[in-house]
Every structure is written in C-alpha cells, then in structure tokens.
C-alpha cells in the first residue's frame, strides 16, 4: 500500500522555524523526484520544493534563502526545513512523489502551517 505520512506541521510566530517530515512507504522511493507543495486559502497549489535523487534542488522564488529541501534514500524520507518564516507561508503542506515518465503522483494527506503571532 503506497503512503506518504506527513509530520512536522503546526503554529509557529513569524521569523519561526519549522521541519516537515514526509514519510513513503509501498513504492521504490530511490527512483521517485519528491516535492513539496502548498495550498492557501483561496489560493492555487503551488510548488514550493523539488528534490530529485542526487540533483539539485528547485525553489521557488518566495521561499528561496529559508527553506532547504531533503531527502534519505535510506529512511524513505523528504524533509522541509522551514527558517525565517512569514505569514504569507501560511498553508496546508503536500508531500508530492513522482515518477514524470509515467505520469505516476502520490500525495501526502497535508499538514497545516500557520505563522501568526
């Protein structure tokens, strides 16, 4: 049974941190890029995050300099280690795993980050 669990998530004071763990289980993670996305209120999912195995990471431009993006082949894990953080980042998290050529995505069930003080 394919499975991302997500931990890590809750409310932080802005200029906070905060670690996301997601967590695979019943696919070959090895081979699969893993990503994070975020969804606000009223707002479109964007991508936050990329990560393939052994690449260079992708952020986007909002969040570029705070987050940083990991993964452990070993331990079937991506993190999402979150610095600096500001209300606007505010949003339900997804650990996304993908495998591009055959249009295969697995999602995480979210986990809510909110900055406010």
């Known amino acids: 049974q394919v499975q991302l669990v997500e931990s890590g998530g809750g409310l932080v004071q802005p200029g906070g941190s905060l670690r996301l763990s997601c967590v695979a289980s019943g696919f070959t993670f090895s081979m699969y890029r893993m990503s994070w996305y975020r969804q606000a209120p009223g707002k479109e999912r964007e991508l936050v995050a990329a990560l393939s195995t052994g690449g260079s990471p992708y952020y986007a431009d909002s969040v570029k300099g705070r987050f940083t993006i990991s993964r452990d082949n070993g331990k079937n894990t991506v993190n999402l280690q979150m610095s600096s953080l500001k209300p606007e980042d505010t949003a339900v998290y997804y650990c996304?795993?993908?495998?591009?050529?055959?249009?295969?995505?697995?999602w995480g069930q979210g986990s809510q980050v909110t900055v406010s003080s």
């Open positions: 996304n795993a993908a495998l591009l050529i055959a249009s295969r995505n697995y």
